[in-house]
């Protein structure tokens, strides 16, 4: 193993055991990593200069397929490194001097309200797999979840009390809230089940003798999603982060504040949530027709 090579495996369990990242978030920083490592040739931790980053930089673009916010990921990771290095009195090329690529604001869509209602009305049927997928999608609406950390709910809370504690990203604990009508989806749900399995929600095997197959996988969600979304006519693919995103506008275009919506979402950066302004922005043009210039006409 090379001194470049060992000290990213020391970062990687830096961030793991004292950061108290995720598995996942460790192995996409490693898959990073080693991309760079691999196209720059990197042995020594000398060898990673500002040249060599710059040269990464141009062969990820010149690469079909990888988008600009990807490109800008190796980057912050690559960044991330090296003020981990400087932290530990390792010489090595300063972060500051690595500049992160222009990336287009990011643009995200919205349903229509009716489109919405439809969406979440979608599973028809008394049915166990209908009833768990009506509480899925209002789950999703009421609380902002992300896929992971709905798939990790248990089954056995007080969800009378519609105020759960959340344990998201980087191990964060937040509140999330349920809507009378997403406890109530639940309930109907819960009441319909007769396994014991700990999972809130299950995986249903398909046919007449259905069994419990164990907790849901993102995946099952992702398609479910989609399937109702097809149902209820929406030209476009809807996905379980779409959800998220129709959460935080309704709450913005309700009134709510940004912060109060970046501590529900879970976000670490009040930046990130500013990407859900733009699209309440539309807000202000009624703003503006009733409260400007009235003493002109």
């Known amino acids: 193993m090379t001194q470049a090579e060992e000290l990213i495996k020391d970062y990687l369990d830096y961030l793991e055991v004292e950061k108290n990242r995720s598995p996942l978030t ?3 920083y490693e898959r990073c990593l080693k991309k760079f490592i691999l196209i720059s040739g990197a042995k020594k931790i000398n060898d990673v200069t500002e040249g060599s980053i710059r040269e990464f930089r141009v062969k990820l673009a010149d690469t079909p397929g990888i988008k600009k916010s990807t490109q800008a990921y190796h980057i912050i990771v690559i960044r991330n490194f090296l003020k981990y290095l400087a932290k530990r009195g390792i010489a090595s090329v300063s972060a500051d001097k690595i500049e992160l690529p222009k990336v287009p604001q990011r643009q995200i869509s919205v349903l229509e309200y009716a489109d919405l209602e439809r969406l979440l009305s979608a599973p028809k049927g008394n049915d166990l797999k209908s009833l768990r997928d009506r509480a899925i999608l209002e789950t999703f609406f009421s609380t902002g979840l992300r896929i992971s950390e709905l798939c990790s ?3 056995f809370t007080n969800f009378d009390r519609g105020e759960l504690t959340i344990r998201g990203k980087g191990e964060k604990l937040r509140t999330v809230y349920l809507s ?3 406890k109530k989806v639940i309930k109907e749900y819960l ?4 396994d014991a399995d700990q999972a809130l929600f299950i995986s249903i095997s398909k046919g007449k003798n ?3 197959l164990g907790r849901i996988i993102p995946r099952t969600i992702q398609r479910l999603v989609d399937y109702y979304g097809k149902s209820a006519g929406i030209p476009n693919k809807i996905t ?4 998220r995103h129709q959460f935080a506008t309704d709450l913005l275009m309700n009134g709510a504040d940004l912060r ?7 976000h670490a950066n009040i930046t990130t949530t500013q990407i859900y302004t733009h699209v309440t922005n539309k807000e202000l043009r009624e ?3 009733a409260f400007h210039g009235r003493r002109r006409k």
């Open 287 to 289: 703003v503006h027709d």
């Open 260 to 266: 109060s919506v970046q501590e529900l979402l879970g």
């Open 153 to 155: 709910m248990d089954r």
């Open 191 to 194: 009441d319909k089940r007769t």
């Open 210 to 212: 259905s069994r419990v």
């Open 240 to 243: 379980p982060h779409q959800l």
């Open 180 to 182: 009378e009508r997403a």
């Open 26 to 28: 460790r192995r996409s």
